[in-house]
Every structure is written in structure tokens, then in C-alpha cells.
């Protein structure tokens, strides 16, 4: 079974200041991670994706992963926040058996950034 | 490329009726999944189609089903609309089944009334 953790339902961080968005995850398997970002009445945008390579993952606009076997985290992180930045971001989950790979959401972190 | 979209990208419907929504992948994208989200639920999947054949399946009711055409497009039906079936339907593809990296479309807000 596989599940993720999102540890903040909410976040809140002035512009120009770090962004630190938890996760933690559980699977039987190898997992391939994910974070997505969600805009008000948008569908999801991938930020970054983690597939077994570097265990820091560059991502779109700035974002970053670290991908932390031993502590089973894959944090999102970005040294300073935009306004543009403030959404709803999914740690995304999923592991074999390949061909009947689903994707298991967090519940979500919402980012507030305060001018 | 153009990206993942879906028809309508509003419905508003009432109880007991049934609605059929449609997604067309990213040109060359073979896989199609559906998920609901929900506020009380957050995300979940529905189901997964590729090459017309349904390959993966969430729990969800029978009311729900879906299949795909020979170009890849999908449609999601529900039957017997509940209230609680309002939510926010995405739909997402990716190049073959069971690949990693889905690309979501902009979702059909549906409101059971």
C-alpha cells in the first residue's frame, strides 16, 4: 500500500522569504514522487518529479525536492516566494506494479504569500 | 503541443440525471485517468484507460464508468447523479499505461443540485 502526508494544511510566508512545504510518504516498493501545483480554478501543473535518479530534484519556477529515504520525506522547498506562488501544491505518490499504477494524493498544502 | 482538454468546463445538473464529460489527451498521449476532487475528499482516482480498455480502477460505484476511442479521447459518465457527486473532475494523460507522469487538464466543475 502506498500513502503521503502533507504535514501542513497551510502555510503562510511573506514574499521574498523561504518556502518550505512538507511531505512524507509510505510504500511497499520503490516510489516514484511528485509534487503538482494547483491554481484557483485550474487543473494541476507538475512542478517536479523524483524516479529513483538524484535525490535533489530541480523543478519549474524555482521549486526544489529532496527526496529523503531514511526519513521517508520528499519536502518542496524554494529559497524566496513570489506572489505568484500562492496555491495549492499536492505531494503526489505512486509505485509499482507497473501497468495498474495509480497516483495516491496528500491532502494538500495551501500557500498564502503576504506581500 | 496543446494541452489536456475537457468539455464542458461547467455543468450544472439535478438529481437522478446523468452527465457524460470528455477529455481529449495530449496529441500522442495514449492513457487517459480520471480523478474527483472533492473538499471533503481531496483527490481521488477514478479510473484509467488505455488502447480502449479500462486498466485501472479506483472505489468508486458503478454509477461511475467511462471508456475511450480509437484517438485516444475519453469520456466519464455518471449515472444517477447524487448531491454529493458535485465536485471538480480532472482528467490527466500520460504517454503509455501505468507511466509515471500524468499531465493534467484545467477539470469540469460539475454541481449536483
Known amino acids: 500500500a502506498q500513502s503521503v502526508t502533507q504535514l501542513d494544511s497551510h502555510v503562510s510566508v511573506s514574499e521574498g522569504t523561504p518556502v518550505l512545504l512538507r511531505c512524507n510518504y509510505s510504500?511497499?516498493?520503490?516510489?516514484?514522487l511528485f509534487w503538482y501545483v494547483q491554481h484557483p480554478n485550474k487543473g494541476l501543473q507538475l512542478l517536479l518529479k523524483?524516479?529513483?535518479?538524484?535525490?535533489l530534484v530541480k523543478g519549474i519556477n524555482g521549486f526544489e525536492a529532496e527526496f529523503k529515504k531514511s526519513e521517508t520525506s520528499f519536502h518542496l522547498t524554494k529559497p524566496s516566494a513570489h506572489m505568484s506562488d500562492a496555491a495549492e501544491y499536492f505531494c503526489?505518490?505512486?509505485?509499482?506494479?507497473?501497468?495498474?499504477?495509480?497516483?495516491?494524493f496528500g491532502s494538500g498544502t495551501r500557500l498564502q504569500v503576504q506581500p | 503541443k496543446a494541452g489536456v482538454t475537457q468539455t464542458p468546463r461547467y455543468l450544472i445538473k439535478t438529481r437522478g440525471q446523468q452527465v457524460t464529460l470528455s477529455c481529449s489527451p495530449i496529441?500522442?498521449?495514449?492513457?487517459v485517468s480520471w480523478y474527483q476532487q472533492t473538499p471533503g475528499q481531496g483527490l481521488q482516482f477514478l479510473f484509467e484507460?488505455?488502447?480502449?480498455?479500462?486498466?485501472n480502477k479506483g472505489n468508486f460505484p458503478g454509477r461511475f464508468s467511462g471508456r475511450q476511442f480509437s484517438n485516444s479521447r475519453s469520456e466519464m459518465n455518471v449515472s444517477t447523479l447524487e448531491l454529493g457527486d458535485s465536485a471538480l473532475y480532472l482528467c490527466?494523460?500520460?504517454?503509455?499505461?501505468?507511466?509515471?507522469?500524468?499531465?493534467f487538464g484545467p477539470g469540469t466543475r460539475l454541481t449536483v443540485l
Open positions: 523524483y524516479t529513483s535518479a538524484a535525490t
Open positions: 510504500s511497499s516498493y520503490s516510489p516514484s
Open positions: 503526489v505518490v505512486t509505485t509499482p506494479p507497473t501497468g495498474r499504477r495509480a497516483l495516491t
Open positions: 496529441s500522442g498521449h495514449r492513457s
Open positions: 490527466a494523460s500520460s504517454l503509455e499505461t501505468g507511466a509515471d507522469t500524468q499531465y
Open positions: 484507460y488505455f488502447s480502449e480498455t479500462q486498466r
